[in-house]
């Protein structure tokens, strides 16, 4: 594995597989109360530019179970929010802390911490990507159909960082992936040519129905993300239709999982019956974010 998760193209298939294999242990060890202090001393910093209930829950108590300690800091208090450049804050980041997670607008910024910080640098969500988000939705896929090769996965909606690295880590896995998304509101154009080393399979289309037809995975996010906020009323115009209903669920395969990254907006891009119908698997994903980032963790800074 590389020195850093910055987004999902950095890993290999055998990387992933070693991730979640990983998780899975650490998940058994979580919840059978045994101890697993493998980064006892270290410590993580954790810049937030965005709100986060799940990321930055998961990452802090994550670093807490392995004996580790977690830094939350709030682009707010910090002085990147007073324009100190990202050079200067990760260089000054690398000397007190083993690991820097991020959670901002630009990847660009990202790579920017990456190298000039000198320690492991893990996205925690950009506008470009997710990765973190697409480790823990493979955890769960894998643990509800048993395997990933071969499967299909559907994702409904906005063609945006959950898109771009569901698209990746799907087709690294050996998935085929159908992205129903509207014509102005495609993938990033790095995740479709990513996609052109795997012909055949990557579908992007404006037909929700031909999207969802026999898939083992229905996927969805919000119209809207965060950074996005003016640009709502066009969003609720250009994505209607785009939405997991009852409709599109009889369509997919008979013994479909439904997932979300969340948070969800029902009635918008999924009805809150499929939410709830579905609730199982999409707390499941929420809870596995925890797993897999203890895994990564362990993998970059163990
Ligand atoms: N899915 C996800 O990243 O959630 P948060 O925005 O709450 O971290
Ligand atoms: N696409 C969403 C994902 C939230 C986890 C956003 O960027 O806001």
């Known amino acids: 594995m590389k020195q850093s998760l910055l987004k999902m193209s950095d890993l290999s298939k055998s990387d992933i597989d070693d991730i979640l294999n990983l998780a899975v242990q650490l998940k058994y060890e979580t919840k059978n109360g045994i101890a697993h202090p493998y980064l006892a001393g270290k410590t993580l910093g954790m810049i937030f530019q965005k709100s986060s209930t799940r990321t930055r829950v998961s990452f802090e108590v994550g670093m807490y179970q392995l004996g580790g300690h977690a830094l939350f800091l709030s682009s707010r208090d910090l002085q990147i929010g007073r324009g100190e450049p990202v050079e200067d804050t990760a260089r000054v980041l690398g ?21 000039y910080s000198g320690v492991p640098v893990i996205n925690g969500l950009t506008d470009y990507e997710h990765p973190c988000q697409v480790l823990a939705d493979l955890m769960t896929i894998r643990e509800y159909k048993g395997t990933l090769e071969g499967l299909k996965l559907c994702y409904i909606g906005d063609g945006n960082n959950m898109a771009n690295s569901l698209i990746v880590g799907g087709l690294t896995v050996g998935m085929s992936v159908a992205v129903a998304c509207p014509k102005n509101h495609l993938p990033h154009p790095d995740a479709l040519a990513f996609a052109e080393n795997y012909p055949g399979k990557l579908l992007v289309t404006q037909d929700v129905k031909e999207a969802a037809k026999d898939a083992d995975v229905l996927y969805t996010d919000v119209w809207a993300s965060m950074g996005m906020e003016a640009e709502v009323e066009q969003r609720m115009q250009d994505f209607k239709g785009y939405q997991i209903n009852a409709e599109i669920e009889a369509l997919a395969k008979p013994d479909v999982i439904v997932l979300h990254c969340l948070p969800a907006h029902r009635e918008e891009e999924i009805t809150a019956d499929v939410f709830e119908r579905h609730a199982g698997e999409i707390f499941d994903q929420a809870e596995n974010r925890m797993h897999v980032q203890k895994a990564v963790l362990v993998n970059l800074m163990g």
């Open 95 to 115: 000397r007190y802390v083993d690991a820097i997670m991020i959670r901002t607008y630009s990847q660009k910024e990202v790579e920017d911490l990456a190298k």
